[in-house]
């Protein structure tokens, strides 16, 4: 298996414009969660998935973001408007849930910059 | 106050010295612990499980406190490789599926 795979690895957009990431996580895992990562705040939860039902989003900063996840294979992050202060790495995650003890496998993430 | 806490360091330690971080967490619905290591613009990848027994591998011995809500990780004869950011990493059940919270990290920089 390739792993868990994000796109695009680097994103520079100008203030304003629809950022969209997305995530093709392992074959057979069934939660998927996505992270912000800065220096100031560290590796934030975002929202997560299970069996492509979105389960808690309150790490969702606010309305101009929004992740749909229409498959067991793909799941998206979108930013509309973006703003500066969205400029972070952003990490996708997959794990397969066996009463909680399960590795999580990161993707490479994508490093967001808007300007 | 965040649900998991850790000393963002960084720790600064010679080659062979013992070095431990420790970790605290609210939530004590709290199902299962990890500790994730991440290399500078990389992405975490798993350490080790923490179990209530308390584990090793290697130099890395992770330890758990259920009743005091804490974790730690001790590495003994530090290696330069060891330099990293450490993630306390605490799964809390929620219904059917499980939220994986990651903290901030601590940074260990070992020197020659």
């Known amino acids: 298996d390739a792993g868990v795979i994000q796109s695009p690895r680097h994103e520079v957009t100008e203030m304003g414009q629809e950022v969209t990431l997305r995530c093709k996580p392992i074959s057979g895992h069934n939660s998927l969660f996505w992270y912000r990562q800065t220096m100031m705040r560290g590796l934030e939860l975002l929202i997560y998935?299970?069996?492509?039902?979105?389960?808690?989003d309150s790490g969702m900063p606010e309305d101009r973001f929004s992740a749909k996840m229409p498959n067991a294979s793909f799941s998206t992050l979108k930013i509309q408007p973006s703003e500066p202060r969205d400029s972070a790495v952003y990490f996708c995650?997959?794990?397969?849930?066996?009463?909680?003890?399960?590795?999580?496998?990161f993707g490479q993430g994508t490093r967001l910059t808007v300007v | 106050r965040k649900e998991v806490e850790q000393d963002p360091g960084p720790f600064n330690v010679p080659e062979g010295a013992t070095v431990a971080f420790n970790c605290t967490y609210s939530?004590?619905?709290?199902?299962?612990f990890f500790w994730y290591r991440q290399d500078c613009r990389k992405e975490p990848k798993l350490l080790m499980s923490?179990?209530?027994s308390g584990n090793e591998d290697g130099r890395f011995t992770a330890q758990l406190n259920r009743a005091s809500q804490y974790i730690s990780l001790l590495i003994r004869d530090s290696k330069l490789s060891d330099s990293a950011t450490y993630l306390c990493?605490?799964?809390?059940?929620?219904?059917?599926?499980?939220?994986?919270?990651f903290g901030s990290g601590t940074r260990l920089l070992v020197r020659p």
């Open positions: 923490v179990y209530s």
């Open positions: 995650a997959s794990t397969h849930t066996i009463r909680g003890n399960t590795e999580a496998f």
């Open positions: 990493v605490v799964n809390i059940r929620m219904d059917s599926s499980y939220k994986l919270i």
């Open positions: 998935f299970n069996n492509n039902v979105p389960i808690d």
């Open positions: 939530n004590s619905a709290s199902q299962s």
